[in-house]
C-alpha cells in the first residue's frame, strides 16, 4: 500500500532560524497536503499541493511540491515561537478507491528555543 | 456547531469491554473520515465515508472495529473487544468536497477522542 515518509522526526531550532521538513511517498500522488497540530490539538490544514513542481507561499511557509509528484517539503524561514508544533503531510494516491483517502505521514515535530 | 463534534473527549474502559465513539461533522459536509493516532505518530487512516456508504473502509484493522452513518451526518465508531492495543486518540474529520481523483478536500478535524484501555 502506499506509504507517506517524512524526515526528521524532531527538529530544534533556535528562535529566527530556518526550517524545512521532507515528505516522500512510495506511489505517486495526486495531491498532497499539509497539517500543522500544536500540542494538545488536532490537525489543522495549511495547504493543498496539486501540480507537478508547484509552489506555494504563505507568510514565512513555503511548501513545494516535487516534479514526480512523489515528494513535498516545507520551509519556514526565520522560525517563531509560535511555529511550534508537529507538521504532517498527506498524501492522495491517483489510484485510491474513490480518490480521497489521506495518508498521512508520521510527522516533524518543530521545537523552537527562544 | 461550527466545528466537528466528538464525543466522548475521554474514555477509560476495561479490556474486553464496548465501546462507542461520536462523531458530528461540520454541517453540509458529505465526506466524513476516521483516523486513530497513537502517541508521536501521523493519524492513521482507518474509514471514509462518502454520504450514508463505507467508501473506503480499507484501513479498519480488524472485525471488532466497525463504523456506520446511517443519515449521512452524524458517524459512530464502535470497537467490540476492546484490546490495550487499541488506545490511541480517534480522530474525526469532515470534508466539503465529493469524491474524486483530481483532488481531496481539505480535511476539518475534530478535537479527537481519547480512548484508554486498561
Known amino acids: 500500500g502506499q506509504q507517506v515518509m517524512q524526515i526528521p522526526q524532531y527538529q530544534h531550532v533556535q528562535e529566527g532560524e530556518d526550517f524545512t521538513t521532507y515528505c516522500n511517498s512510495s506511489t505517486t500522488l495526486s495531491n498532497i497536503q499539509w497539517y500543522k497540530q500544536r500540542p494538545g490539538g488536532h490537525p489543522v490544514f495549511l495547504i493543498q499541493l496539486v501540480k507537478s513542481g508547484e509552489v506555494k507561499k504563505q507568510k514565512r511557509l513555503t511548501f513545494q511540491f516535487g516534479e514526480a509528484k512523489k515528494n513535498s517539503s516545507l520551509h519556514i524561514t526565520a522560525t517563531q515561537t509560535t511555529d511550534v508544533g508537529t507538521y504532517f503531510c498527506a498524501g492522495s494516491g491517483i489510484y485510491n478507491n474513490a480518490g480521497n483517502m489521506l495518508t498521512f505521514g508520521g510527522g516533524t515535530r518543530l521545537m523552537v528555543k527562544p | 456547531g461550527a466545528g466537528v463534534s466528538q464525543t466522548p473527549s475521554n474514555k477509560v474502559t476495561e479490556k474486553g469491554k464496548y465501546v462507542e465513539l461520536r462523531c458530528d461533522p461540520i454541517s453540509g459536509h458529505t465526506a466524513l473520515y476516521w483516523y486513530r493516532q497513537s502517541l508521536g505518530q501521523g493519524p492513521e487512516f482507518l474509514i471514509y465515508f462518502q454520504g450514508t456508504g463505507a467508501a473506503d473502509d480499507s484501513g479498519l484493522p480488524n472485525d471488532r472495529f466497525f463504523a456506520v452513518r446511517p443519515e449521512g451526518s452524524v458517524s459512530t465508531l464502535k470497537i467490540q473487544r476492546t484490546e490495550r492495543g487499541d488506545s490511541a486518540v480517534y480522530l474525526c474529520?469532515?470534508?466539503?468536497?465529493?469524491?474524486?481523483?483530481?483532488?481531496?478536500?481539505?480535511?476539518?478535524f475534530g478535537e479527537g477522542s481519547r480512548l484508554t484501555v486498561l
Open positions: 474529520a469532515s470534508s466539503l468536497r465529493l469524491g474524486g481523483r483530481a483532488t481531496t478536500g481539505e480535511l476539518f
